[in-house]
């Protein structure tokens, strides 16, 4: 361990020098983490504390912090689809009547069941809000397409 702090500068470095190696330092972890992601599928966010912690030992608590929030946004960025970027309400609404577009393929299931399951209050609620969203009501959209 103490040959470890022997490789720590022994003064503070600029602050462009610090900020922009934690910049490269969180990249190479977020690069690492996307790399795992295509090959696995899976979102490792763990990936990204080695570079964490690793600016917050080597620089200062100032980095660390800079290192957390740019770590947090660019998992924001690659996990939100480029349509998400809607108020939180509005993206839940899109996700339920797409899950509901779903729903509406299988013939067996009423407006109600396909409401029930996607959280509408009810098929007034649904039908409702696919209108405003959609343009056409539940039963019409399931006529046209399927």
Known sequence: MENLLLLLPKRPQSI?????????IVLVCFALQLGVELQSGMFMFFMLLPGIFLASV????GSGFYATALSLALSIVVLRPAESWLPPHQYLLARRI??????LAERDLSIAEVSRRTGF?????????????VGTTPTAFRRDRF
Request: aromatic content about 10%; charged content about 30%; cysteine-free.
């Open 58 to 61: 080597l620089f200062d608590r």
């Open 121 to 133: 209050h009810g098929a007034t609620q649904l039908t409702r809000t696919f209108r405003k969203l």
């Open 98 to 103: 797409e899950r509901a577009k779903e729903l």
């Open 16 to 24: 462009l020098a610090r900020y922009g190696a934690t910049t490269l």
